[in-house]
């Protein structure tokens, strides 16, 4: 019997981004260094490998980042434990939003996302480290 999909990933990630606060990369980039703000890349190893990544970002793959976030999971990472303002991006925008979501429901906060990703971000003019 074939599966029926009820939801497109289309229509989870237009939730998502509906659902997260954003930041345009020309407003990021003013971030970078900030002592009150964090990035973190959501993007998998191997294309955080690849391209680099925004100067100070906490890389956290999409699969690991619940784990990264639990302060009480092994794999916790003390990055999430501030007082800041969160910046999540990946590639294009929509994993990083759904990844929001899931943080905010674990009680990140405040966290927002960066509207286009790394492809924004270069287009503004963004380094990648």
């Given at each position: 019997?074939?599966?029926?999909?009820?939801?497109?990933?289309?229509?989870i990630?237009k939730?998502?981004m509906?659902?997260?606060?954003?930041?345009?990369?020309?407003?990021?980039?003013?971030?970078?260094?900030?002592?009150?703000h964090?990035?973190?890349d959501?993007?998998?190893?191997?294309?955080?490998?690849?391209?680099?990544?925004?100067?100070?970002?906490?890389?956290?793959?999409?699969?690991?980042?619940?784990?990264?976030?639990?302060?009480?999971?092994?794999?916790?990472?003390p990055?999430?434990?501030?007082?800041?303002?969160?910046?999540?991006?990946?590639?294009?925008?929509?994993?990083s939003?759904?990844?929001?979501?899931?943080?905010?429901?674990?009680?990140?906060?405040?966290?927002?996302?960066l509207t286009?990703?790394?492809?924004?971000?270069?287009?503004?003019?963004?380094?990648?480290e």
């Amino acid at each position: 019997m074939a599966q029926t999909i009820t939801k497109s990933a289309k229509d989870i990630v237009k939730a998502a981004m509906s659902a997260v606060p954003a930041i345009s990369a020309e407003e990021a980039l003013a971030l970078v260094g900030s002592l009150d703000h964090v990035f973190v890349d959501l993007r998998d190893g191997s294309e955080q490998a690849k391209t680099g990544v925004i100067e100070g970002a906490v890389a956290s793959s999409r699969g690991m980042m619940e784990f990264h976030i639990d302060p009480e999971s092994p794999a916790h990472k003390p990055e999430f434990n501030q007082d800041k303002t969160y910046v999540f991006y990946c590639a294009s925008g929509g994993r990083s939003a759904m990844a929001a979501v899931v943080a905010m429901d674990m009680g990140l906060s405040p966290v927002v996302n960066l509207t286009g990703g790394v492809g924004a971000w270069k287009k503004a003019g963004g380094a990648l480290e």
